[in-house]
């Protein structure tokens, strides 16, 4: 039998108080101390995977090298730790049931009345022990969607409970709660973790830790007073205070000795404390940057920053590493119009065309290319943002004013982005394009291959339509090259244009990639070039 130790992370008292976070924090801490971990993402909701839902209703659709389709926190977890997920490593309701549906259609329940328990409990334990008895993680940190007390979270509550009971201490928990602080009477208040933890012990799980969200500092009698009503010891009543950034909080939670409580109660040695000595070099580079490189983010979504948090984050390691701080100008694409462009992107080192779907907001996307390509200023074009460049470019350089995607018009006669072949008979919306990573085999000479310093490299993608080939030649001969095509399909995953200081569009999803400890090669390029402005 495995030897895997499980820690499940669940939340209370509100939403978005950054378990995600939490969880991938002490995974990089427990990482440090040699220990192989990974993380996993239970989602309630009844979709398959994010991959239909609108980023308005979930940020962005993270997308893994094997072509899952998953949660953003999945982003979160692979820049903290460095190491990729898998389909394996999120999983929803929707995916639970259509299992168990599947089994019992099949006839694997032989007759049996199928069940929230045990049938369904059963497949949520069989998929969070299975990175653990499969992969042969040392530790399986699971994070679990939403709050306790939600209905739809109780059936993962309940495969919780099981696996405490099952595994001893081979299983903890770790709750997440909010210790508001009231200004009216300058106090912070207990009673929603008091509360929250009572509704967890009324599912039958006793959190054995406690991670308490404040802004302000806990006293010792807070703490004290937190571990006497909660049934935990007072060493285990954990502060998580508001920090600038992010990458704070694995420092955080070391000094807080999040991750040698864990492992006592693991019964795990901890070893020597690490010393955190590149991530720290993060930190203090992130900290005393004084200069600023300014970008901006030209999207449909910018109301909602999640929707394109893979590339902010991307945008901060990239600038980090060059020794500047970063800001993101976000530009709504439906407001930029041929008359507005100029002002609209005024002061900018460097613009970003994010991807997206459908055709809202693609004609201020492709005023913004207009006007970065004729004025000369760093861009980078991402799955969409890449189509808008070669759409724009088609329509002001080759002459073809029709020229469009198929996507946006189906009748076009100029389409120089296409449908492409493997998805023209697809009629499903969930998980049916093409995903995951892919070879690209880079041209020498090019802004790609100078970023990449190699010539085949693996990038993700999330598209439908593609760079129409038959066009290339009267690209190529108007100055806008291929830097870079998959080898087995011939798909263009790159195009440039070397007359200009840095303009790159790619096919791909390079923010995916990148993480903490390894910013990705072409973020650092184009913050580069945006430096050299």
Known sequence: MSDTRYVFVTGGVASSLGKGIISASLAKLLQSRGYSVTIQKLDPYLNVDPGTLNPYEHGECYVT??????????????RFLNVPTSQANNVTTGRIYQNVINKERKGDYLGKTVQIIPHITDEIKRNI????????????????????????????????????????????????TLVPFLSASGELKTKPTQHSVKQLLETGVQPDVLVLRTEKELSNDIRKKVAL?????????????DVKTIYQVPVKMQEEGLDETVLEKLHLPAGEKPALKDWKGFLNKLEKATKTVTIGLVGKYVELADAYKSIIEALIHAATYNDRKVKIELIHSEELTPENVANKL?????????????????????????????N???????????????????????????????????????????LMEDQKNVTDMGGTMRLGAYDCELQKSTNSYK????????????????????????????????????????????????????????????????TVLKPHPIFMAFIKAAINE
Not at 65 to 77: I, N, V
Not at 131 to 138: R, S
Not at 148 to 160: H, Q
Not at 168 to 174: D, S
């Open 229 to 241: 009503f909660c049934n935990v010891d007072r060493k285990s009543v954990i502060q998580s205070i």
């Open 451 to 514: 970023a990449y310093n190699m010539v085949t490299v693996k990038e993700r993608h999330r598209h439908r339509y593609e760079f129409n080939n038959e066009y290339l030649e009267a690209y190529e001969k108007a100055g806008m090259k291929a830097a870079g095509c998959n080898p087995d399909t011939g798909l263009v995953e790159i195009m440039e244009i070397p007359k200009h200081k840095w303009f790159v569009g790619v096919q791909f999803h390079p923010e995916y990639s990148s």
């Open 346 to 374: 005024k002061g900018l080192d460097g613009v970003l065309v994010a991807p997206g779907f459908g055709h809202r907001g693609i004609d201020g996307k492709l005023v913004a290319v207009k006007h970065v390509r004729e």
């Open 65 to 78: 090298e094997d072509g899952a389709e998953t949660d953003l926190d999945l982003g979160h977890y692979e």
């Open 376 to 418: 000369n200023i760093p861009f980078l074009g991402i799955c969409l943002g890449m189509q808008c460049a070669v759409i724009e470019y088609a329509r002001n350089v080759l002459k073809l004013d029709d020229a469009n995607s198929r996507e946006m018009d189906h009748t076009s006669k100029n389409p120089v982005i296409d």
């Open 129 to 176: 022990k299975l990175l653990g008895t499969k992969h042969k993680f040392d530790v399986v940190i699971t994070e679990i969607g939403g709050t306790v007390g939600d209905i739809e979270s109780l059936p993962y509550i309940e495969a919780v409970r099981q696996m405490k009971w099952e595994l001893g201490h081979r299983a903890i928990v770790v709750h997440l």
